[in-house]
């Protein structure tokens, strides 16, 4: 049979990090497994009443993870949700998690707690989105080669309306360059 240290050292070396919340405002912490570490924060921070897992949440999701929690605890079944929202490591960095937990209830239907598992994403989300930018430019340029029969000014217009799209920019130029390389037009 597997041992209790066994356990632990299983757990602490995985990259979940393991949680049991208080179901209150600020999700205070019962319990946080020790690989909490990958974030930067100490286990004893969580367990000394320092932090609460609210503490760490994002304040952009926080109103999402409130209201979403809201709807599952509102059920009258044992229920598990997953979700995805970014917290902000001791240093200050925004890593994106996805949460599995699942709402422990007494025989009376009250909310016991929630044990929970977080995993960090942030690679994940960073290459998700690195495929939309991506497809957005192929896309871009597929419209771009179907423009043949189109005006220079309007091809001019389309590049740089998708290239402030394309960028996230809030403003763009385009420089075009004579065949004899001595003049730049500029447009924006």
């Known amino acids: 049979m597997i041992s209790s240290e066994d356990i632990e050292t299983i757990i ?14 600020e ?14 924060y100490d286990m004893d921070e969580f367990r000394d009443g320092k932090l609460t897992y609210a503490d760490i949440v994002h304040p952009d999701d926080m109103g999402h993870l ?15 949700f997953t979700r995805q929202y970014r917290i902000i490591t001791k240093f200050g960095e925004v890593r994106w998690v996805d949460e599995r937990s699942l709402i422990k209830r007494k025989a009376s239907g009250d909310i016991d707690g929630i044990q929970g598992i977080i995993f ?18 192929l896309e871009t340029l597929l419209r ?30 385009f420089a075009l360059v004579n065949q004899s390389e001595d003049t730049i037009t500029i447009h924006s």
């Open 12 to 25: 602490n070396s995985s990259h979940a990090v393991i949680f049991l919340w208080k179901a209150d405002e």
């Open 27 to 40: 999700w205070t912490v019962e319990f946080v497994s020790d690989n909490i570490l990958q974030f930067g």
């Open 66 to 80: 409130k209201k979403s929690f809201s709807e599952y605890s509102g059920k009258d079944k044992l229920v598990g």
């Open 120 to 137: 960090d994403i942030t690679e994940n989300k960073k290459a998700e989105e690195a495929l939309q930018i991506n497809e957005a430019r």
């Open 144 to 173: 771009l080669n179907q423009m043949s029969s189109s005006s220079v000014k309007e091809i001019i217009e389309f590049i740089l309306e998708e290239g402030i799209k394309l960028t996230g920019s809030e403003a763009g130029y």
